[in-house]
């Protein structure tokens, strides 16, 4: 076997990247951290950033409103860099089928675990006390990157 033909098959694969990269077939994801308050009081209202999500929030959980207090991206799949939402850390690690998230507060690690990430399909973490009053939850959402013409 010469040279020639073991160049020749990885020279294909690189032109089908380019093409396909050129016509946007082949898009990073990027995750999305969205810090939320969730309160009983209908006064609050919903933020415009969470209407995506609303429908899984009101299907799921019994509160009123929704606030979103800080969000955050993160490139997937995550190498493990943390990622800074309000006053916690998010610090995620894999890809979207198997991504490790944890979040800090300082140095406290405030939750752990392995969850698995579909667009369209938004992930709710947390559920404890806000400071602030309500409900402290993140909602993690897979969004595909759009390529620029």
């Known amino acids: 076997m010469s040279a020639t033909h073991l160049r020749s098959p990885a020279r294909l694969l690189v032109l089908t990247l380019i093409v396909l990269l050129a016509n946007g077939r082949l898009s990073a994801d990027t995750l999305r951290i ?36 800080a969000d955050a991206t993160l490139p997937l799949p995550a190498n493990g860099e943390l990622a800074r939402v309000g006053i916690y850390q998010v610090l995620c690690e894999g890809a979207a089928d198997r991504l490790t998230v944890q979040i800090l507060r300082g140095s406290k690690r405030i939750l752990r ?3 698995t990430v579909r667009r369209d399909q ?20 897979v969004e595909a990157d759009t ?3």
């Open 34 to 69: 969205r810090m939320i308050r969730a309160v009983q009081e209908a006064s609050e209202g919903v933020a415009p950033a969470l209407h995506d999500v609303l429908p899984v929030l009101r299907s799921t959980l019994a509160f009123k409103s929704y606030l979103l207090d």
């Open 122 to 141: 938004p992930v709710i973490l947390g559920g404890f006390p806000a400071r602030s009053g309500g409900t402290r939850m993140f909602i993690l959402t």
């Open 113 to 115: 675990t392995v969850a």
């Open 147 to 149: 390529p620029t013409p």
